[in-house]
């Protein structure tokens, strides 16, 4: 058991949190694994029935949670929660609650709407960590549950960042989702030059999508890989991650729009992480821009494993405790130097590097 003081107002101010959707099987992921062993119902307490639902949004400390409530409509029913004081979690984050969560409701009233509390939160089988720059560091899960990690830059205005894209790799690799980068704002950049700087990421596998809003490019790519997926657009400030995901969305942002304005009376609405259906059979999430993406929970140790590029060097250095920073006999840094490991690359090794000593 947690005691719960979470709310979940901790993304950067102009930011701020990103929440609201609905659906009732998050991922293939997700239904493969133990959610039958571990129906929310608490058999042993009262009668209080518990309802097994999904995190969709939060604001403050306002949760959205989809539930089926008649199992003969299956008729999804967004409940407004509170989290309740003492909350029984199968996960060990510092996070308890996030969006993508399946968690346990208790149901405050019959009347409709409902109101609920969230009682119970049930393991997460992937997540978005990153650390909240708070007076003490610690964990924020942005989304749990979700497939696929889309890496959201723009061509320009503000252009690329590939420090971030490094970090996000890393919170990929770490939360087990599957990254894939997409340059968007295409229209505002000549698409060899993009396709060149980012040749080191087409080099270590990782899908790129290259979008533009504006011109209608890319888009139906950008759909076909979220086909029967859940995924998060996760990215800067102003690089268009709304403007894409209203454009995927199509006709059903509308009243996906109306579900959130109606719950959160008073708040921006674009400023929240938000879950949408899309029509294709996939889940997208969007959410507020990060300023910064501090890693959640890594080590100086662990770092260099994150790059996979230096496993056909890493054991030829002289030291096995080789840094790859300034030690002689280094080979990663011979590598760095013949042209085998991408200078950026490197770079973003050192800054992480640096970033936690
Ligand atoms: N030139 C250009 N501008 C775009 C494109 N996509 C979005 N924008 C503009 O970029 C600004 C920020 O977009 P928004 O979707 O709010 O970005 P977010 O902060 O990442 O959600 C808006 O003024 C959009 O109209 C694009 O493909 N090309
Ligand atoms: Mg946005
Ligand atoms: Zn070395």
Same mark, same amino acid.
Request: overall charge negative; proline content about 3%; charged content about 20%.
């Given at each position: 058991?947690?005691?719960?003081?979470?709310?979940?107002?901790?993304?950067?101010?102009?930011?701020?949190?990103?929440?609201?959707?609905?659906?009732?099987?998050?991922?293939?992921?997700?239904?493969?694994?133990?959610?039958?062993?571990?129906?929310?119902?608490?058999?042993?307490?009262?009668?209080?029935?518990?309802?097994?639902?999904?995190?969709?949004?939060?604001?403050?400390? @306002?949760?959205?949670?989809?539930?089926?409530?008649?199992?003969?409509?299956?008729?999804?029913?967004?409940?407004?929660?509170?989290?309740?004081?003492?909350?029984?979690?199968?996960?060990?984050?510092?996070?308890?609650?996030?969006?993508?969560?399946?968690?346990?409701?208790?149901?405050?009233?019959?009347?409709?709407?409902?109101?609920?509390?969230?009682?119970?939160?049930?393991?997460?089988?992937?997540? @978005?960590?990153?650390?909240?720059?708070?007076?003490?560091?610690?964990?924020?899960?942005?989304?749990?549950? #979700?497939?696929?990690?889309?890496?959201?830059?723009?061509?320009?205005?503000?252009?690329?960042?590939?420090?971030?894209?490094?970090?996000?790799?890393?919170? *990929?690799?770490?939360?087990?989702?599957?990254?894939?980068?997409?340059?968007?704002?295409?229209?505002?950049?000549?698409?060899?030059?993009?396709?060149?700087?980012?040749?080191?990421?087409?080099?270590?596998?990782?899908? #790129?999508? @290259?979008?533009?809003?504006?011109?209608?490019?890319?888009? *139906?790519?950008?759909?076909?890989?979220?086909?029967? =997926?859940?995924?998060?657009?996760?990215?800067?400030?102003?690089?268009?991650?709304?403007?894409?995901?209203?454009?995927?969305?199509?006709?059903?942002?509308?009243?996906?729009?109306?579900?959130?304005?109606?719950?959160? =009376?008073?708040?921006?609405?674009?400023?929240?992480?938000?879950?949408?259906?899309?029509?294709?059979?996939?889940?997208?999430?969007?959410?507020?821009?990060?300023?910064?993406?501090? #890693?959640?929970?890594?080590?100086?140790?662990?770092?260099?494993?994150?790059?996979?590029?230096?496993?056909?060097?890493?054991?030829?250095?002289?030291?096995?405790?080789?840094?790859?920073?300034?030690?002689?006999?280094?080979?990663?840094?011979?590598?760095?130097?013949?042209?085998?490991?991408?200078?950026?690359?490197?770079?973003?090794?050192?800054?992480?590097?640096?970033?936690?000593?």
């Amino acid at each position: 058991m947690k005691k719960s003081n979470h709310r979940n107002t901790d993304f950067d101010e102009e930011d701020s949190p990103l929440n609201d959707t609905s659906y009732m099987s998050l991922s293939n992921k997700t239904n493969k694994h133990s959610f039958r062993k571990t129906r929310l119902v608490d058999t042993k307490k009262s009668n209080t029935e518990t309802h097994e639902g999904i995190v969709i949004a939060g604001v403050g400390a @306002l949760w959205l949670v989809n539930v089926v409530l008649n199992e003969h409509d299956a008729d999804v029913t967004t409940i407004e929660c509170k989290a309740a004081g003492i909350i029984v979690s199968e996960h060990q984050d510092a996070s308890l609650i996030a969006v993508g969560d399946v968690v346990g409701i208790e149901l405050q009233s019959n009347e409709t709407p409902h109101s609920g509390t969230i009682v119970r939160v049930a393991q997460r089988h992937t997540r @978005l960590s990153r650390v909240i720059a708070a007076k003490h560091k610690t964990e924020q899960v942005v989304v749990s549950n #979700i497939d696929q990690l889309i890496i959201v830059m723009a061509a320009a205005e503000p252009f690329f960042n590939v420090r971030l894209i490094d970090r996000y790799l890393i919170a *990929a690799d770490k939360g087990d989702l599957e990254p894939i980068i997409c340059i968007n704002k295409t229209d505002l950049m000549p698409i060899e030059f993009i396709e060149d700087q980012l040749s080191v990421y087409q080099a270590l596998g990782i899908p #790129i999508v @290259l979008t533009s809003v504006k011109k209608n490019t890319g888009i *139906a790519n950008m759909y076909a890989l979220l086909q029967g =997926k859940s995924s998060v657009f996760s990215g800067p400030s102003g690089v268009g991650k709304s403007s894409l995901t209203n454009a995927l969305l199509g006709e059903n942002t509308q009243s996906t729009r109306t579900v959130s304005e109606a719950s959160f =009376k008073g708040t921006h609405t674009t400023s929240f992480v938000k879950m949408f259906a899309l029509k294709n059979g996939g889940y997208l999430v969007d959410t507020p821009g990060l300023r910064e993406f501090a #890693i959640w929970n890594l080590s100086i140790e662990e770092l260099p494993f994150y790059f996979t590029e230096f496993e056909n060097f890493r054991h030829k250095c002289k030291f096995n405790t080789c840094s790859h920073i300034h030690e002689p006999d280094c080979a990663v840094l011979e590598a760095v130097h013949e042209g085998l490991i991408h200078q950026e690359r490197y770079q973003s090794y050192c800054n992480i590097r640096e970033s936690l000593l």
